[in-house]
Structure formats: structure tokens, C-alpha cells
């Protein structure tokens, strides 16, 4: 059996840092009885700094399909994470981030020294290279690409793209350097329970949920200015780690001049074992994203049965031509406005019967062997790439 030695910042039993810990850990479900999986992580999630609970630190713990080492702060600090991948038998190396200093940067510099035994290597980029997520913070990233490429760090190195447009944004960025890209969807996880049926409620305000790490990226401040023109009374509850507090702070005024027949609630994060049946509880998932990789908590709504009315920046493209959703190009906020009065307007009858089109739609992508083997075929052929 291949072994796979796998480096990304947050994993199990993590869930604040978003969609890189549920696209990971969905890997390791689907083929963890084929590959051996063992993960190298933090031992504390995002934004937090003290150590998961139940877990033995710097040691290897059996998760799931999974073998998670959990580094220490002074580990992450040190050559501990090289001396790991140096004693550590494995035939794949899998990053998951292109930027990570401790995860990815410093295992990259360690392979350009020869400090570990060769082996082929797989960086899948999680979306960091495409324009928007350039865009932020730029100069410090263009710099470090720059960088990259001129210490020779980024040669032999299959890429892992999770989309055809992905593939793109990893060309533009790295040139002729990224000569050897394998697509590879993300894999969902199984929608394992029929949910209730949707049922907008004639008279009483349409429910909207808006799940996702706050952060300008995901357009949270967009969609509060949508609000501020829908003529349909509505009630939005937002989910998700603050992680831009400046952003936050500009969110905050935004829902401050919202008419009265809007109202909003923060509800903090979410565990994500209740994820699904938070997000069943609405009629209308919001996210006029900036820009996904793939977009796990789309996926999340739909599993539950939730109508999803999100931008164009998303893999999600034939969600109007199953009749499961709405897609939006931000830069016309007004036709974001008519959905909205759209799906105000279903008949309970209508939107139960749209919420059992979705969810079956949520069935048909997290069944799809096709999803499965691409990524089997990525770790395989990046194997035999040395």
C-alpha cells in the first residue's frame, strides 16, 4: 500500500479554517482504504492557540482513515517538520498550500537543500493563485513567488488543480515551471440523510444564512448591500470566524443602515457536524463569494436541501439549469436583488418541491465515482513522476 505524507496546516478535529480541512479530510475518507494517509498538522485550529483536546502533541494519533502527527507551536518553529518528513517512510509528499510558511515553504526549501530522500511531490495551491486571492496582501505574495521561482523550489513538482480554471491561474502565475498540472475536483462529502423539506412560509420573513469565514474575499459586505434594496421582508443569520476584523468592523455599520424589514443576526461558528443541520434550517443560502476553489459550504447546503444563490467565481456553474440555485455576477447586484424576490415569492408547494431537486442534485455529486478515481489517478501518476 502507497503511503501519502500529507502536510497542511489545520486538519481534524479543526473545521474553523474552512474549506482546505473538509476537501483533505474527504480525501482521506474516500480512499483511505487504498492509500495510507499520514497527516502532518497543527495541533490547535485557526485562530486559536490552544491544543485540541484528547490528542497526544508531537505524536502520531490514529484519525479516521488517517495517521495525524500534531506539531507543537516550538515544532512548527524548528527542523522538527523536516526531521519528520526525513524519518518518515513515504512514497508521495502532498502540500496543501502554496504560501504556508511552516507546512509548505520550509519542506520545499529542505527538498532544494537535499536535507530528506527524494521523492515526488504534489502542491495543490487551494485556490491562493487565483486573482482575487493575489490580490490580497499582493506585494508580499508576488514577492515570494518571485522567490520561489528563482531558488529553483517549485521544480518537479506535480500540481494538484481542483478545476480547469484553477489550472489557469497556477499557469499565469508560475510560467513554464508548472509544466506538469493534473485536475482533480474536490470530493465532497456524502449527503447521508434525506433532510426536511424546505417550505417558504407565506407572511413571515424569508430565511437567509450566510456560512462562511468572514473576510473580504467572501463578500459579506456585497451581500448586506443587497439587502439593503430587497422589497420582501427578510431575516439573515451569519456563520462563520471573524477573520478580518477591520472587514468586520465595516460589516458591522453596513447592517447598522439596513431598513427595518431586514434584520440580522451573528451566530458565531459552527462545528462542523452540525453544519448541515444548521444550514436546513433556512430557505436561502447566501454567498457572493469573490472567489472558490470549490466551495464546500455550497456543497453543505445543498446536502441539506437548501437553495444556494451564490456568484459566478465558483465551479457551481449549472445550478440554475438544474433548478437548484441562483448564479450571479457581482458586478450586476441588482439581478442578486430579483433572486432574492424570486424565492421570496414560491409557493410552499413550489419550494418543496425545489428543495427536493436539490438535494437530489446534492446526492448525484457526492456519488460520483468519476470524482473519486481522478484523484486516485493524480496520486498515482504523481508517483511515478521522480
Known amino acids: 500500500m502507497r503511503t501519502v505524507l500529507v502536510f497542511v496546516h489545520y486538519y481534524l478535529p479543526g473545521y474553523r479554517s474552512g474549506g482546505p480541512v473538509r476537501t483533505l479530510a474527504n480525501i482521506v475518507e474516500r480512499l483511505g482504504e487504498d492509500i495510507r494517509f499520514r497527516v502532518v498538522t497543527a495541533d490547535c485550529d485557526a485562530y486559536e ?27 512548527r518553529k524548528s527542523l522538527a517538520l523536516v526531521r519528520l518528513v526525513a524519518s518518515t517512510r513515504h512514497d508521495l509528499l502532498y502540500l496543501n498550500s502554496f504560501f504556508d510558511p511552516a507546512f509548505t515553504v520550509v519542506p520545499l526549501l529542505a527538498r532544494r537543500m537535499g536535507w530528506f530522500p527524494e521523492c515526488p511531490v504534489v502542491l495543490a495551491p487551494r485556490g491562493e493563485l487565483a486573482r482575487s486571492a493575489l490580490g490580497l496582501k499582493a506585494w508580499k505574495k508576488r514577492s515570494y513567488v518571485k522567490l520561489a521561482l528563482g531558488l529553483g523550489l517549485l521544480r518537479d513538482i506535480t500540481w494538484h488543480a481542483s478545476s480547469e480554471h484553477e ?17 482533480a475536483p474536490d470530493l465532497p462529502a456524502l449527503a447521508k440523510a434525506h433532510p426536511p423539506p424546505r417550505r ?6 424569508l430565511r437567509i444564512v450566510f456560512l462562511s469565514r468572514i473576510s473580504p474575499i467572501k463578500n459579506l459586505d456585497f451581500a448586506l448591500r443587497v439587502l439593503t434594496q430587497v422589497s ?9 470566524m471573524v477573520g478580518d476584523s477591520a472587514y468586520w468592523r465595516r460589516c458591522q455599520a453596513l447592517i447598522a443602515t439596513l431598513p427595518t424589514t431586514v434584520s440580522v443576526a451573528y451566530r458565531g461558528a459552527v462545528d462542523h457536524c452540525l453544519v448541515t443541520q444548521t444550514l436546513g434550517e433556512y430557505d436561502l443560502f447566501f454567498l457572493p463569494t469573490l472567489g472558490e476553489n470549490y466551495g464546500h459550504a455550497i456543497y453543505e447546503a445543498l446536502a441539506a436541501g437548501v437553495p444556494v444563490l451564490i456568484s459566478n467565481q465558483t465551479p457551481w456553474k449549472d445550478l440554475e439549469e438544474c433548478g437548484v440555485g441562483y448564479v450571479r455576477r457581482v458586478e450586476e447586484p441588482r439581478t442578486f436583488v430579483r433572486a432574492i424576490e424570486t424565492h421570496a415569492q414560491l409557493t410552499p408547494l413550489e419550494a418543496e418541491a425545489m428543495a ?25 501518476q504523481a508517483h511515478r513522476c521522480i
Open 49 to 75: 492557540s490552544r491544543s485540541y483536546s484528547g490528542v497526544r502533541v508531537d505524536d502520531w494519533n490514529h484519525v479516521g482513515n488517517a495517521e495525524v502527527f500534531y506539531a507543537s507551536a516550538s515544532a
Open 200 to 205: 417558504n412560509k407565506q407572511g413571515v420573513p
Open 232 to 240: 420582501v421582508p427578510v431575516e439573515l443569520d451569519i456563520y462563520g
Open 167 to 183: 489550472a489557469r491561474d497556477i499557469r499565469r502565475t508560475l510560467g513554464s515551471v508548472a509544466d506538469r498540472i493534473v485536475v
Open 356 to 380: 427536493a431537486r436539490v438535494f437530489e442534485y446534492a446526492q448525484l455529486v457526492g456519488t460520483d465515482q468519476s470524482l473519486i478515481e481522478r484523484t486516485r489517478l493524480l496520486l498515482l
